[in-house]
């Protein structure tokens, strides 16, 4: 499905907070041009993800403050802004460094959101995580829980650090290392602490997902060996090497965490981002024809291909934060990598948002270096969507990127269903009739009888031009995608778009927590006038709808039930 710019040197770990600069640890390289040019449809299911880093209030909040309005305010105008830009996820940091954005039984307040660790928001019972997967949800997106597993400070001061922090509570646990503490990766009681702090997140909030980035083993300082010879003395005696017994340090981290996540809620997805060469062909067989002085595999100890192979993980989200063409990580070549190492699980690609306008390569002040990536994307069946760093890189709009993606992302996307996850398929809901009200277009409908118990998590209202239903796939005849886990007895939703004069056929389909989409009700054709909406009576539809009705109902009453 793949078709396959300038000397370049780039230095390792640039001044990016938190996760990008690390990428750009690479050698020299030339680059050649490609032109891509992007699909005329585009898909009707897309993962559209943004990462908003919280660590020295990268995106969010603008400034710490312990006041409730404050933080919902901040929040509730840039969930808004990307759902006005087409996004329909978002993977939000939570725990930044040994800290919390919630109120936790494990780990302190982070200072990141109230300017002092251990400090609550004011007033006291207010819970800002809970606020954020309800306002997320509200909106009608994804609401993915990015947390740092080992980071525990993100500096030596530790004069600020609360008595609950862990550098109070098990300060063996920690190895220093730069400027910055980590919890010792090969410690079981360390990996068993992280599971819990995770378990709490998953057990209490209502996440669709939780989520890693590239930071397990941290970045190697050069000539400074990472101090946990001890801890191999100790616990490895069973490895030949101590790079094999860290990288099995992380795989059962990861395998502890899949495990306790599917224990208390399987629909929540568990996906890592990690570094975006796992390994070069010259250091493994299995690696990608890239030459990173940095791997994933290697350096970072973190095997994603493992994870992927043994279940572990949802989704996949390697950080390709190169352009096409880069001879030493071309995107290109990356994206073909990866699209043939999942199988079962979703890949979305990490999106360098944070590189265009801001770096010195030549084609990061192309403007079209995103659209053409985002093109290829979708040109690769295995590819299933994008998670772009970072959100005020987004917003600052540099070589008006937040235009591009804002029609790259014009048609409404649904989130892609992870085959092996599945659910009780919603009935076909009662539709009502369509009303005029105030000069638009009234929609009323209902759960299915059948779904009054467990309603489905949202419904998707279509919109046809004329008096046919046109084509499902189509994501441009999607009109609305309403609220997730509202619980409403009654939906209504107002189309205010409506032209007068014009005939248009309205459709509602139901869709459950895992993204299934059931099947749509019966269409109801109107024309359009000033003041009113006037139905149109089509017999030949009707007869044809009346036949389809029938055995939709058989079938659903052999659909077995199944609570999620």
Known sequence: MLRLCTLLILLLLAVIPDRAGAQDALVNSEVTTTNWEPESTPPKREFRGVWIATVFNTDYPKSPSPMRVAIKEQYKNLIAEFKRLGFNAVVVQVRPAGDAFYPSQLVPWSKFLTGKQGQPPIPSEFDPLEFMVEETHRMGMEFHAWMNPYRATVNLDTAGLHPTHVFNQHRDWLLTYGTRMYLNP??????????????????????????????????KIKDVPFPDSATYYFYGQAFKNIDDWRRTNTDNLIMGISQRIRA????????????????????NTMGSETSASVTSYDDLYADGIKWLKNGWIDYIAPQLYWNIGFAAADYAELVNWWSMRVKDQHLYIGQAAYKVGDNPEPKWQDPTEIPRQIAMNRNNIEVDGSIFYSAQSIKRNLLGLKDSLRTAFKAPALVPQIDYQTGRVPKIPRFKKVRSKDGDVKLKWRPHKDDTYIKPAYYIVYRFNGSRVGDYEDPRNILHVTSFLADAKKMVF???????????????????RQHQEGRPTESQPILKTERRVKKIKNRRVKKQKDKRSKKEKKEDEATPDFRF
């Open 494 to 512: 107002m189309d205010r778009s409506a032209e007068a004069g014009k005939q248009y056929t309205y459709v509602v389909s139901a869709v459950n």
């Open 186 to 219: 090969g410690v079981p009681e360390v990996r068993k602490h992280i599971a819990e702090v995770v378990g709490e997140v998953v057990d209490n909030y209502d996440v669709d997902g939780i989520h890693f980035d590239d930071y397990f083993y941290p970045y």
């Open 264 to 283: 208390s809620k399987p629909h929540v997805k568990f996906g890592i981002s990690p570094f975006g060469v796992w390994s070069n062909r010259s250091q």
